[in-house]
Nanobody
Framework: QVQLVESGGGLVQAGASLRLSCAAS????????MGWFRQAPGKEREFVAA????????SYADSVKGRFTISRDNAKTTGYLQMNSLKPEDTAVYYC????????????????WGQGTQVTVSE
């Protein structure tokens, strides 16, 4: 049974940093692309970042480029999203997902999803 469990969300002020984690189990972690998506209240889910199986290739939404960094530790079967210089518009529920190549934001290529972790950024 595949499980993805996010953690690390919280309430922070604008300009702060958070690191989200996504612990994976149930299948061979390094066989799959990992992605992060987010959904704000009243908005559609949107792509944030993705990373290839080896970690050698990444992709980011323009809105987070230069502020967020995606990474993975295949030995620990865990993925990460380091979020710096947070803005109020980053407020959302953040989801990690496992998918197939290519690395990118097509949510239809991600077959397994976590339950999400709330990130709230105040002014």
């Amino acid at each position: 049974q595949v499980q993805l469990v996010e953690s690390g969300g919280g309430l922070v002020q604008a300009g702060a940093s958070l690191r989200l984690s996504c612990a994976a189990s149930g299948r061979t972690f390094n066989n799959y692309v990992m992605g992060w998506f987010r959904q704000a209240p009243g908005k559609e889910r949107e792509f944030v970042a993705a990373i290839s199986r080896s970690g050698g290739s990444t992709s980011y939404a323009d809105s987070v480029k230069g502020r967020f960094t995606i990474s993975r530790d295949n030995a620990k079967t865990t993925g990460y999203l380091q979020m710096n210089s947070l803005k109020p518009e980053d407020t959302a529920v953040y989801y990690c997902a496992e998918g197939v190549a290519p690395v990118g934001g097509n949510s239809r290529l991600y077959g397994y999803w976590g339950q999400g972790t709330q990130v709230t950024v105040s002014e």
